[in-house]
Every structure is written in C-alpha cells, then in structure tokens.
C-alpha cells in the first residue's frame, strides 16, 4: 500500500511537470495572441464612456409641501408617549420603488462575465508555474546555488503575480458593493443630482479598471513566460554538474 501511494504521488508530479512545460512552451504564447485580439476588439477597444451608463429606475418624486402633516400622524400621540418596547430593535423601514427593482449595469457585467474566467485561468496557470519550480528546488547543500537563487527569485514573481490576479476578484465585487451603497444613496435621497452622478462616475471607472485588468493579465503572462524562457537551463538543472570536477 505504501509503495502504491508513492507512485501515485510520482505520477501526480510527473503530469504536473509535463502540463507545466506544455504551458509554458505552448500555452503561454497562445493566451498572450488571445488577449492581444480581446483588446482590440469593439468591447474593449472601441467603446466609449457613454455606452456604459445605465438608467437607473429611480425616478424623482413630486415635492412635498413644507407645511404639510398627514392626518395619521397628526393623531398619533407625542414621541414621548408611546409604549417603549425594549426588545424591539430600532432600525428603517424597506420601502418599495414604484418602478421596480434598480438594475445592475448591463454593458459591465457583460464584460465582467467575460473578465473573470481569463482572471481565473492567470490563477490556475500562476499556481501550476509554481508548484513546477517547488519541484524542481534541489535539496539544500553548501556551494553552488546561484541557480536556486535564480528559482527562488522567479517563484517569488510567480507567487507574487497569483497574489496580484487573486486581488482582481476582490476589485469585482467590491465595485458592485460600492455601487449598491450609491444607488441606496439616490433611492433616499433622489433630488440630489449628484449622487446620481456618483453612480455614473463609479460605472465609467470600473469600465477603465476592467480594460486595464485585462491588459495586466496579458502583461504578467508576457514577463512570465519571459522570465522562464530566458532562465530554463538553470530552473531545470540549478546546480552544474561540473562543479565537482573543480576540487
């Protein structure tokens, strides 16, 4: 059983290190063309800020008259008066919009929808690039490691760059919370025009954030197939092997 299990484990570094070469050599240079056509396609190249505003469905109410009181509140005994109920939390009440639900931005979650799986895949692709130079780290010995140096500093850019597309999701979804707070902001308050041009400004800069997400994506699989591609011969075989012939 012991010996079955280690050759399980064999296998699973074997085929790791065969699609992590693949990658390199093959699979890199075909997400770089890929990327480099998204970019210059309509969505991302020839769209302007005006094609991603959205109506927001919160139309502005009637004004109300200053001096006027609702006979239900009038009749109602002073603040004071009322029945205190301490297990009652305080808290406002959820009122309906006469139009219906506010939507989410079309244009970008149409771009966001094709964003995220090319975030993904730099993630799934950085952390095999990874575990394939962990496995290719000799074991410590005195002298001679100028090539695991040389490993060290590419994993340390590869972690570095799993870390950066990792950051990418987190940027998605808060753009969307920060948006929800905005368009709470104009259904509160819808006299108010620039709340409404807050949302506008928040939607315009999440559009340039999306086109430079993918711009960085393209350019960290470029320094990245860059940097394994200059220094193959020393994160394959860190140590010389005529280093014993000095002595």
């Not at 992590?20 to 769209?47: H, S, W, Y």
Request: net charge negative; hydrophobic share 40%.
């Amino acid at each position: 059983m012991p010996n079955e299990t280690i050759k399980k484990v064999q296998d699973y570094k074997d085929s790791l290190v065969k699609k992590a070469e693949q990658l390199i050599f093959q699979g890199f240079p075909e997400k770089i063309v890929e990327l480099n056509e998204m970019l210059a396609t309509d969505m991302f190249c020839e769209r302007n800020f005006n094609e991603v505003h959205q109506d927001l469905n919160i139309p502005v109410p009637e004004p109300i008259a200053v001096n006027h009181v609702d006979d239900a509140v009038a009749d109602d005994p002073p603040s004071a008066k009322r029945p205190r109920n301490d297990f009652c939390v305080p808290g406002t009440k959820v009122m309906a919009l006469p139009t219906g639900t506010v939507p989410c931005n079309a244009p970008l979650c149409e771009m966001i929808k094709i964003v995220k799986p090319i975030i993904r895949k730099l993630v799934e692709d950085s952390n095999l690039l990874k575990m394939w130079i962990s496995f290719l780290i000799p074991k410590i010995e005195d002298g001679n490691n100028f090539g695991v140096s040389i490993q060290e500093d590419t994993l340390a850019e590869i972690q570095a760059v799993e870390s950066e597309a990792a950051a990418f999701f987190d940027q998605i979804s808060r753009y969307f919370l920060s948006r929800a707070k905005v368009v709470s902001k104009v259904a509160k308050y819808p006299h108010i025009e620039d709340y409404r041009r807050a949302v506008v400004e928040l939607d315009e800069k999440e559009y340039l954030s999306l086109w430079l997400v993918v711009c960085e994506v393209r350019n960290r699989y470029s320094s990245l197939h860059d940097i394994v591609i200059k220094n193959l011969e020393k994160l394959k075989k860190p140590r010389s092997s005529n280093a014993e012939s000095l002595y």
